[in-house]
């Protein structure tokens, strides 16, 4: 124990836990590194107004959320409460809309910072790995990126969640129906920050999830009855070739999710086993937020996934991902000259591509034994005195417990010919 504790609502990764969450995000991106995503990494921190002006000034996330800071030259930063506005950024400030076709496609993995009140789920240091594709308007590019997370989520071995759909309608249907809402919202009886709500954001009301606000959210005028034509005909497209896919969805007309900026396609996964903090992932499309940041018009689509979440629901599934032993071989030297060569030996292993470890610290051979059993290792190579006089080492196989004797300059012909 130090003085020192992980800060409220953070936890720090350890091993063997955080091998999970690395096999995690490689999951994650794996399907993303495949279909022509780059990968891309911003700073920790931006300049607070893109987060204000991006994700939208009336959100949770930047009115109560943000950490915030004032830096001694007197800029205004904010850690990144999510990835998308600075990717964003990024690639604007890159021109990379200008440099190749369009779309970009980013990908990006990363640690991500909110003032919440914590609980499980829900952490004030998190994890995402997510994706963008920037300047195309397609239903495709947007199934697309449904069906990777999906597949994400089935190559890890997970079920038990749903894709939940909407549309959010785009700048010609949405403010004809924002008004419809914001007069019904007025009508009802609401506390003071939900009546204020109507006025700056009346489709985060839907989301509301308190039950004397759901119950009188009932006959609410629903956004599916005001999507124009264009919006209409897009939407039916993406649910079309996700459904092509084979990847099962459900329509949700109430998903509005907590950023401002999406438009058209949202969609949520979220995970049945895992109580209130039940979004494991989400996304949208996002065709004003270029323009709102101060960039050409650049119609885009993204998603992020939350890795803390994901690593909850392989829990709740019991799921145990399969993760080879990072050591495949551990080597013990008896005596001091045993350890200048069986050092020397692990050094070639490794340079080899084997991944070998040695024995520190421990004196008597068993002491060394259990280092070697805690490794993981395959393979142990021992060596003392009399093999070397012998020039061999000793080869045991920790599965089978069988033992043969190596000559040295044999060893790593004979652990590739093992290790396959
Ligand atoms: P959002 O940007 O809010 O849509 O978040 C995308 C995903 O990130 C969510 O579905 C969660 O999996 C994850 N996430 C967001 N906020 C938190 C948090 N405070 N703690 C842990 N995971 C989070």
Known sequence: MSTFKAPKGTYDLIPPYSATYLAVRDAISAPLRASGYGYIETPGFEDVDLFAR????????VTKEMYTLTTKGGANLALRPEGTASVLRAALEANMHK???????LWYSGSYYRYERPQKGRYRHFSQV?????????PALDAELIILA???????GLSNFRILLNSLGDKQCRPVYREALQGFLRGLDLDEETVRRIEINPLRVLDD??????????????????LCDDC????????ELIGAAGVAFEDDEKLVRGLDYYTRTTFEFVHDGLGSQSAVGGGGRYDGLSEMIGGPALPSVGWALGVDRTVLALQAEGIELDIPAPTSVFAVALGEEARKVLFGKVTELRKEGIAADFSYGAKGLKSHMKN????GARFTLVAGERDLAEGVVQLKDME??????????QVTERLRAKLG
Do not use: C, F, W
């Open 372 to 375: 070697a059993n805690r490794s």
């Open 99 to 105: 440099a190749g076709g369009l779309p970009v496609k």
């Open 150 to 156: 999906d597949q994400a989520y089935r190559t890890l």
């Open 54 to 61: 991006g994700v939208g000034e009336s959100t949770d996330i």
């Open 130 to 138: 997510g994706a963008e594709a920037i300047g195309a308007e397609d």
């Open 209 to 226: 999830k308190r039950a004397e606000v759901q119950k009188q959210l009932v006959g609410a005028p629903m956004l599916r009855d005001y």
């Open 232 to 239: 209409k005909a897009y939407h039916e497209e993406v649910r």
């Open 400 to 409: 089978s417990g069988e033992q043969e004797a190596v000559a040295l300059e």
